[in-house]
């Protein structure tokens, strides 16, 4: 940005600028000159605007200064700030053109030293988890019906009173014992974790709550004390933290077995609701009632059974005899049918027997009979084998090479035997065999000729 040189000059040469633009360059050199930064100091002079903007003063010991943070801006605050409180606003210096007047206009704003504590909140978080005391898997599951509740807290938080009344609403006459503790201020966090470890080794309730009301993180930094997560992560019973409004974590948060937005519901979690558990009682007990009265109209239509089914002994061995003489009737007629039927089937086998006389006639005749056939047999077959063996002969005749001799053929063979099938084999003055049907004849080749 090109500022008018002030090196003296004649007047004439000297540009004439206008309030307006005037303002308009400071504003434009602020704003490229430095940068967005972090500004602490005390809230004076604060306005909230119709129009939702807020306008206050920073100050220290030494110096103050104007600022404004738009509604756009502050609807994301997670409080409003009041005349008297230490802030850090995180802001742009800049000049407001319509009086001239140097402000900075806030971005984000926090109580004075929350950025170093949620810092320092950050780191101790990460470490505890890398240890592994916020492990999920390690987590204890609530009793569900508990015979005595101790609480963590001050004597005079405004939790305690909320959480008692929660308890006396849901389940009354439900013991309590109260472990008091300062919940705020230096060294609450030891204590708080003094008072955590008390309640484990008297073993009197079955749950710990560890609760107190909401407030700024300076109030509720008792509760990131390292002490205090270890010991209810080492807690023998079960702990549940109610700390702060929904909105606010803290250490005890992530080492508790369970986590309730508010102390009252830290109370509703961990006690069940007496009249639900009364009017489950009254339900299975007509459950009950209509089983049992089911079951006694079930036995009482089987003893009628039974009881019409049950006879006198003297009855019983009356039947007893009845069935008796049946069967012995029985067999009578069963042994009387038998007997006859085996005396048929011996009369029938002694009509069959013969006299030995008998039986030599006539298995001769039988033998004669197998003999004839025999000799019939033998005859018809001898005449079937000749009628065979002269086709045979026949056969082997057609075969035979005096059979080919005999039709006019005849077998040449060279003097060493071997048997002349090619004239080829044959050269002139060759002597040769020949041999004919009847008889032989020798021979020598005068010439040969291939046909």
């Known amino acids: 940005m090109d500022f008018p040189d002030h090196n003296p000059e004649p007047s004439s040469s000297l540009p004439v600028l206008t309030v307006s633009e005037l303002n308009r360059m400071a504003r434009r050199a602020l704003e490229s000159q430095l940068p967005l930064l972090w500004v602490e100091g005390e809230v004076s002079n604060f306005v909230r605007a119709a129009s939702g903007h807020w306008y206050f003063s920073l100050k220290d010991a030494n110096a103050q200064v104007r600022c404004v943070m738009f509604r756009g801006r502050n609807q994301f605050s997670d409080f409003s700030p009041a005349n008297g409180d230490h802030v850090e606003i995180r802001a742009l210096p800049s000049l407001y053109e319509a009086r001239g007047e140097f402000q900075l206009?806030?971005?984000?704003?926090?109580?004075?030293?929350?950025?170093?504590?949620?810092?320092?909140?950050?780191?101790?978080?990460?470490?505890?988890?890398?240890?592994?005391?916020?492990?999920?898997?390690?987590?204890?599951?609530?009793?569900?019906?508990?015979?005595?509740?101790?609480?963590?807290?001050?004597?005079?938080?405004?939790?305690?009173?909320?959480?008692?009344?929660?308890?006396?609403?849901?389940?009354?006459?439900?013991?309590?014992?109260?472990?008091?503790?300062?919940?705020?201020?230096?060294?609450?966090?030891?204590?708080?974790?003094?008072?955590?470890?008390?309640?484990?080794?008297?073993?009197?309730?079955?749950?710990?709550?560890?609760?107190?009301?909401?407030?700024?993180?300076?109030?509720?930094?008792?509760?990131?004390?390292?002490?205090?997560?270890?010991?209810?992560?080492?807690?023998?019973?079960?702990?549940?933290?109610?700390?702060?409004?929904?909105?606010?974590?803290?250490?005890?948060?992530?080492?508790?077995?369970?986590?309730?937005?508010?102390?009252?519901?830290?109370?509703?979690?961990?006690?069940?609701?007496?009249?639900?558990?009364?009017?489950?009682?009254?339900?299975?007990a007509r459950q009950l009632h209509r089983h049992l009265a089911r079951k006694q109209q079930d036995e009482t239509q089987r003893l009628d059974y039974l009881s019409r089914r049950l006879l006198h002994p003297a009855e019983q061995l009356r039947r007893r005899q009845l069935e008796l003489g049946q069967w012995i009737q029985r067999l009578h007629n069963a042994t009387r049918t038998r007997l006859t039927r085996e005396r048929l089937h011996l009369a029938q086998w002694g009509q069959r027997l013969a006299t030995p006389l008998h039986v030599v006639h006539r298995e001769r005749q039988r033998l004669d009979s197998l003999s004839s056939r025999a000799q019939r047999a033998a005859q018809s077959g001898l005449v079937q084998r000749q009628l065979n063996l002269a086709r045979f002969g026949s056969s082997l005749g057609h075969l035979s090479p005096e059979g080919v001799l005999a039709r006019g053929y005849s077998i040449v063979q060279l003097e060493n035997g071997k048997l002349v099938q090619d004239a080829a084999q044959l050269k002139d003055g060759d002597r040769i065999g020949i041999r004919l049907h009847r008889g032989q004849a020798r021979a020598t080749v005068n010439s040969t000729r291939q046909d």
């Open 105 to 284: 206009g806030a971005e984000s704003i926090r109580r004075a030293g929350a950025g170093r504590l949620y810092e320092a909140f950050l780191k101790l978080k990460a470490r505890l988890e890398a240890e592994g005391l916020f492990d999920p898997r390690g987590k204890r599951a609530l009793p569900r019906f508990p015979r005595c509740i101790g609480i963590v807290t001050s004597p005079q938080a405004a939790a305690l009173h909320d959480i008692l009344t929660a308890l006396a609403r849901r389940m009354p006459g439900l013991p309590v014992i109260v472990y008091p503790t300062p919940v705020q201020g230096a060294g609450a966090g030891a204590q708080i974790a003094a008072a955590i470890r008390t309640a484990g080794e008297r073993a009197e309730c079955d749950v710990l709550l560890v609760c107190r009301g909401g407030g700024s993180l300076e109030d509720l930094w008792a509760f990131n004390d390292e002490a205090v997560a270890r010991a209810m992560a080492a807690s023998p019973m079960p702990v549940v933290s109610g700390v702060g409004h929904e909105t606010d974590f803290t250490l005890a948060d992530f080492a508790a077995d369970l986590r309730a937005p508010t102390p009252t519901a830290a109370a509703e979690l961990v006690s069940p609701v007496r009249e639900e558990l009364l009017q489950q009682v009254a339900r299975l």
